[in-house]
């Protein structure tokens, strides 16, 4: 190679290392009127014009470069980090491909098509591509890092965790490994710690938009939404074009109460983001709390797509029912999906497809079978089909709204609209015949979905201590009644009962509701039920009874937006918090309302 040229791209590098990038332009420049073809040349402006975002132009030179020498491996692998920022995946896994033909012991290429793969959701083959470059390079501590998201991705929480500390301990000062581990921390609520580990990154690199957008998240995750709003506005001033920012403001504003600006910054990150789907879902339940039906609605279908989304069934199988148009006697599956509180709370729509002539069976949780088969008698319920091909559509429960085009005024508002059995009912009456003071059901807490632990922190805060509910144990002339199911709080009760509700006014059969048939049966001998937002709650208000919510600062979207009463149940009234996590104006309200409710009772 000509000295000169040698020289040239000498101080090229020399500047590249520094990220003097204009300052290593007229070298390369200088190299390339040598030598119109040289590869190394035209490879460095590549990179160089990719860092400034020009990437029609990065490849272009970094084509030039494959085209002067066709076996290059390392710009292969430039031409696919290039297309894996634009979001070109496929094109990026085919150039890391011919990168990892050609330099088959080049690590930074084997791990980038882990990532590539990763994103693919080809978490496997990931595994095996980051492990093949830490085989090549143990020192590669960025491939540790990333094999730690892949496993992070898995659930594999702890594994992964212990995979960013080894790349720790290899790159200590990389803001990037430092938010890497940060986000696994947050994944397992260790939020604190998280903190720590972005502000150790800013401390290096006080710009760096991923840092303070995942700072903004645990602040707000830690009931801190004005310093999170800080620290994502400063995120978003850096990079406006950084999506996950602006999807992190939106929930730190709708936890504000500031809707409208929420919605505008969920829009923001969808228009940043091809297939945002979770930032589109999201927005859908802030339109949904405000009463936009028309939006809402349309937009709760990008459930669809969200990771663990709940319609990954195998009854997608069956073509999906898109229009009432001409439904008369087509056989139609629909089949329960989410909670059981939703399975009781949109059933109801069930009768209404069923008046378009529509031959309906329905798939609905064994615990539920037979509490819905009083829906309708024309309706056939099921826990499983028998055979899918039986069918001519499938409908998740869920999109019924969409498909009737369900606003606020044409909620079918059919009171009660499901029924308890007869014999159990009156079997409850003659063994509660000896609590003849007004009968109160209870339920204060709604427990965990084990399988869905990134919900805890929203479950945790619609859940009541007992020893905050128990201050209603000193109205007279009352009786309470155990309606909670699950633990830890069912647990508690056994165990704590005596230290925070001694008083005999609280009289515990939930051993003996064994399904919602049970609980339906129940209610049916009780004044009123008292609940916070649970499956009972629903169960409560669609057989008809006066049922009190206790609802938390930040409520579910179907409960809209402050506001006492439901257009879903016509015998619910909401109590609301005023400040999140407090519950004493929530009990004192109660208490108040309760002593004239029971004043009046004969």
Same mark, same amino acid.
């Given at each position: 190679?000509?000295?000169?040229?040698?020289?040239?791209?000498?101080?090229? %590098?020399?500047?590249?290392?520094?990220?003097?990038?204009?300052?290593?332009?007229?070298?390369?420049? /200088?190299?390339?009127?040598?030598?119109?073809?040289?590869?190394?040349?035209?490879?460095?402006?590549?990179?160089?014009?990719?860092?400034?975002?020009?990437?029609?132009?990065? %490849?272009?030179?970094?084509?030039?470069?494959?085209?002067?020498?066709?076996?290059?491996?390392?710009?292969?692998?430039?031409?696919?980090?290039?297309?894996?920022? /634009?979001? &070109?995946?496929?094109?990026?896994?085919?150039?890391?491909?011919?990168?990892?033909?050609?330099?088959?012991?080049?690590?930074?290429?084997?791990?980038?098509? +882990?990532?590539?793969?990763?994103?693919?959701?080809?978490?496997?083959?990931?595994?095996?591509?980051?492990?093949?470059?830490?085989?090549?390079?143990?020192?590669?501590?960025?491939?540790?890092?990333?094999?730690?998201?892949?496993?992070?991705?898995?659930? $594999?929480?702890?594994?992964?965790?212990?995979?960013?500390?080894?790349?720790?301990?290899?790159?200590?000062?990389?803001?990037?490994?430092?938010?890497?581990?940060?986000?696994?921390?947050?994944?397992?609520?260790?939020?604190?710690?998280?903190?720590?580990? &972005?502000?150790?990154?800013?401390?290096?690199?006080?710009?760096?938009?991923?840092?303070?957008?995942?700072?903004?998240?645990?602040?707000?995750?830690? +009931? /801190?939404?004005?310093?999170?709003?800080?620290?994502?506005?400063?995120?978003?001033?850096?990079?406006?074009?950084?999506?996950?920012?602006?999807? $992190?403001?939106?929930?730190?504003?709708?936890?504000?109460?500031?809707?409208? +600006?929420?919605?505008?910054?969920?829009?923001?990150?969808?228009?940043?983001?091809? $297939?945002?789907?979770?930032?589109?879902?999201?927005?859908?339940?802030?339109?949904?709390?405000? +009463?936009?039906?028309?939006?809402?609605?349309?937009?709760?279908?990008?459930?669809?797509?969200?990771?663990?989304?709940?319609?990954?069934?195998?009854?997608?199988?069956?073509?999906?029912?898109?229009?009432?148009?001409?439904?008369?006697?087509?056989?139609?599956?629909?089949?329960?999906?989410?909670?059981?509180?939703?399975?009781?709370?949109?059933?109801?729509?069930?009768?209404?497809?069923?008046?378009?002539?529509?031959?309906?069976?329905?798939?609905?949780?064994?615990?539920?079978?037979?509490?819905?088969?009083?829906?309708?008698?024309?309706?056939?319920?099921?826990?499983?089909?028998?055979?899918?091909?039986?069918?001519?559509?499938?409908?998740?429960?869920?999109?019924?709204?969409?498909?009737?085009?369900?606003?606020?005024?044409?909620?079918?508002?059919?009171?009660?609209?499901?029924?308890?059995?007869?014999?159990?009912?009156?079997?409850?009456?003659?063994?509660?015949?000896?609590? $003849?003071?007004?009968?109160?059901?209870?339920?204060?807490?709604?427990?965990?979905?084990?399988?869905?632990?990134?919900?805890?922190?929203?479950?945790?805060?619609?859940?009541?201590?007992?020893?905050?509910?128990?201050?209603?144990?000193?109205?007279?002339?009352?009786?309470?009644?155990?309606?909670?199911?699950?633990?830890?709080?069912?647990?508690?009760?056994?165990?704590?009962?005596?230290?925070?509700?001694?008083?005999?006014?609280?009289?515990?059969?939930?051993?003996?509701?064994?399904?919602?048939?049970?609980?339906?049966?129940?209610?049916?001998?009780?004044?009123?039920?008292?609940?916070?937002?649970?499956?009972?709650?629903?169960?409560?208000?669609?057989?008809?009874?006066?049922?009190? %919510?206790?609802?938390?600062?930040?409520?579910?979207?179907?409960?809209?937006?402050?506001?006492?009463?439901?257009?879903?149940?016509?015998?619910?009234?909401?109590?609301?918090?005023?400040?999140?996590?407090?519950?004493?104006?929530?009990?004192?309200?109660?208490?108040?309302?309760?002593?004239?409710?029971?004043?009046?009772?004969?």
């Amino acid at each position: 190679m000509d000295p000169k040229i040698i020289f040239l791209l000498n101080k090229a %590098i020399e500047a590249l290392q520094m990220a003097e990038f204009n300052k290593a332009i007229p070298f390369l420049e /200088q190299t390339l009127k040598i030598e119109p073809k040289n590869h190394h040349a035209l490879r460095f402006l590549g990179v160089i014009h990719a860092q400034q975002g020009n990437f029609d132009q990065a %490849i272009k030179f970094i084509n030039g470069s494959i085209g002067a020498f066709p076996k290059n491996g390392i710009a292969y692998s430039n031409l696919g980090n290039i297309y894996f920022q /634009q979001g &070109y995946l496929d094109k990026a896994l085919e150039a890391y491909s011919k990168a990892t033909k050609f330099e088959p012991n080049y690590a930074e290429a084997w791990s980038n098509k +882990g990532n590539v793969l990763y994103e693919l959701k080809r978490f496997e083959e990931a595994l095996n591509h980051h492990d093949k470059a830490i085989l090549l390079n143990p020192n590669y501590a960025e491939a540790w890092s990333n094999k730690g998201l892949v496993l992070h991705a898995l659930k $594999n929480y702890r594994e992964a965790l212990l995979l960013h500390r080894r790349s720790l301990e290899i790159q200590p000062h990389s803001p990037k490994l430092l938010v890497n581990k940060g986000i696994t921390l947050s994944a397992l609520h260790q939020h604190v710690e998280a903190l720590k580990l &972005y502000d150790q990154a800013l401390a290096i690199n006080p710009n760096y938009v991923e840092a303070l957008s995942n700072k903004g998240s645990s602040l707000h995750e830690l +009931g /801190q939404d004005q310093a999170s709003l800080e620290q994502l506005e400063n995120a978003i001033s850096l990079n406006p074009q950084y999506a996950e920012a602006w999807y $992190n403001k939106a929930i730190t504003l709708s936890a504000l109460k500031n809707y409208e +600006g929420s919605l505008f910054a969920y829009q923001k990150a969808i228009d940043l983001r091809t $297939n945002y789907f979770q930032a589109q879902w999201n927005k859908s339940l802030v339109e949904l709390s405000l +009463g936009n039906y028309t939006n809402g609605w349309r937009n709760f279908e990008a459930r669809a797509f969200i990771e663990n989304s709940p319609l990954n069934t195998a009854y997608n199988m069956l073509p999906r029912l898109s229009n009432i148009g001409d439904i008369k006697n087509k056989k139609i599956l629909i089949w329960s999906e989410q909670g059981l509180g939703d399975t009781i709370q949109f059933c109801r729509f069930i009768p209404e497809l069923e008046k378009l002539g529509a031959n309906i069976t329905f798939a609905t949780p064994l615990t539920l079978h037979q509490t819905i088969r009083t829906l309708s008698q024309n309706i056939n319920i099921v826990v499983e089909p028998e055979n899918l091909n039986d069918y001519d559509f499938q409908l998740p429960l869920m999109s019924a709204p969409l498909l009737l085009r369900t606003d606020l005024e044409s909620i079918p508002h059919k009171s009660p609209y499901i029924f308890a059995d007869k014999a159990k009912s009156q079997a409850w009456s003659e063994k509660l015949k000896e609590f $003849n003071q007004f009968r109160v059901g209870l339920v204060w807490s709604g427990g965990f979905r084990a399988n869905q632990p990134e919900l805890h922190a929203i479950n945790e805060q619609r859940n009541i201590p007992l020893s905050t509910i128990s201050t209603l144990q000193h109205l007279d002339r009352v009786t309470f009644f155990s309606l909670q199911k699950g633990d830890p709080a069912e647990s508690e009760l056994l165990r704590d009962k005596e230290v925070f509700w001694p008083k005999n006014n609280l009289i515990n059969y939930a051993s003996e509701l064994k399904d919602f048939s049970d609980t339906a049966a129940f209610i049916e001998n009780l004044d009123l039920v008292i609940s916070v937002d649970t499956s009972t709650a629903h169960l409560a208000a669609a057989l008809g009874k006066p049922t009190w %919510i206790l609802n938390r600062y930040e409520p579910c979207w179907r409960w809209l937006i402050n506001k006492t009463d439901s257009p879903w149940y016509p015998t619910i009234r909401l109590y609301n918090q005023v400040r999140k996590n407090d519950w004493a104006n929530v009990i004192e309200s109660v208490m108040q309302d309760l002593k004239t409710k029971i004043a009046s009772f004969n």
